[in-house]
């Protein structure tokens, strides 16, 4: 039925359709306001997936993504991932979070620990509901941590492109929250590794930690010292050798990537070449990873249940989200309205979300029925974000003028 192509012809279309497609819809339907670009791409992916288009049209989604495609979609979107979780680590601040300490770790802590506790039961929950969710080499505390860990992550990136464009970034209030987010995403990838723990590779994991702390600190005494123009190039040798160790430990070659970027200062790089960096990162090689991730979605098993999952998850995580920063702004006495706004932005999942929810079924921890639900609720918690952010600014800004 459909004329044969070969490999690099398919792969070259399927390159055509994920850059194409979800930006013409971006553009043409002006769904900025509600969905960015990289929401769009990320439904992309799905539509694109098995789920849907293998569903609907199973031979013509066969013919364009064949192994051979998938298998070189891939290896850019593990390279993507690697380059994207290396500069969230980056642009951590832990200075600035150390230096306000008490709010920082009190507001951190329970928007944190509130939308992992309301994740974790509604995971109870949903595997009573569909067992299937659980991944075959998991046990049940590794899935309930793992989905309540993911209902209570922060995309840090995509929180910094919103606040951009919500005109707050550079205030006070938009300074706050990143280093609530940061300190959020340090114990995130803390509590993944601790799910990865593996007692036949505990020797390997210890060796690994060992040698990245011996060879961070030989790192941080290198990087100032060389031209502004080299420090990307060892920046780049440092990343590949963390993944590989990450990966070469059992810990997961992101975890080790994420850990490349937090010990390098982003005063060596420079704020302004760290955002040129992660637009770039987002424009050239994000959209294969949507791609790659769209791929792996499933909706054969769980039918429409999955649907409900995703719909309890999001209900988990926005309101876990919320009562964490709320009980955060009675206790630290916040003006009116600050607890939302703040429950609001943090709540924001995206791509640290898709990527910790990609580790775990890398893992077999979580099914792909429990990925699939996860991605969808990341999507919606997502596209909630400006609508009811901007809308909540407004009113605090009204308030303030009348004050």
Known sequence: MFH????????????????????????????????PLVVVQIIAGILLGPGLLGA?????????FSAEVIKGINGIAWWAVMLFVFLAGIELDLKAAWA????TMVTAGLALAMPMLTGAAAAALALWWLPALQGPKAQTWQTLVGI??????TALPILVLFMQKLGILR???GQRILRYASLDDIAIWAVLALILLDTVRLGRQAMFVIVFVLLSMALRRLMPRLAPRDRWGVALIWLALCALGGEWSGLHFMVGAFMAGVVI????????????????????????????????TDFDSGGAAVLGVAALLLVASVGGKLLGTHLAGRWLGWAKGEASIIGWLLQTKALIMIIFASIMLDKQLISAD?????L???????????????????KLGDKAQAD
Do not use: Q, Y
């Open 376 to 394: 969808l609720m990341a999507v919606a918690s997502t596209m909630l974000t400006i609508p009811v952010v901007g809308g909540a600014l407004a």
């Open 100 to 103: 306000d300490r008490r709010n």
């Open 370 to 374: 429990a990925f699939t639900a996860l």
């Open 148 to 153: 309540g860990m993911a209902c209570a992550v």
């Open 265 to 296: 200062d982003h005063e060596w790089i420079g704020h302004d070449v760290l955002d040129e960096a992660r637009d770039w990162v987002l424009t050239l090689f994000m959209p294969v990873f949507f791609l790659s991730t769209g791929l792996r």
């Open 171 to 173: 205030e006070a209030l």
């Open 56 to 64: 609907v049209a199973p031979e013509l989604h066969a013919h364009v």
């Open 4 to 35: 044969a192509l070969n490999p690099k012809e398919s792969f070259l279309l399927t390159l055509v359709i994920i850059f194409t497609v979800p930006w013409l819809v971006w553009r043409v339907f002006k769904t900025d306001r509600w969905a």
